[in-house]
């Protein structure tokens, strides 16, 4: 779906009566029930299988420091 597509169907449920656009909405929501409940699920991989990739990278870092040299090269 497009942008100009998504905006034509928001303006769609927003001209519906608080009644019906309950209902819609209750309708959409039921639609992620039916799906995995993995999220970001797509060709059977999660995100959530992203969990700990390039620790190695990390490994002798120290965080603050990265943060604090990160925040510092903002300044010059």
Do not use: H
């Not at 209750?26 to 992203?50: C, R, T, Y």
């Amino acid at each position: 779906m497009n942008t100009t597509e998504y905006a034509e169907l928001l303006n769609r449920v927003a001209c519906l009566d608080p009644l019906e656009r309950m209902r819609f909405i209750a309708d959409v929501s039921s639609l992620d029930e039916k799906e995995d409940s993995q999220p970001f699920k797509k060709n059977g991989k999660g995100i959530l299988e992203l969990e700990g990739l390039g620790r190695e990278i990390w490994q002798d870092i120290d965080a603050q420091d990265y943060v604090n040299q990160e925040r510092n090269s903002w300044n010059g």
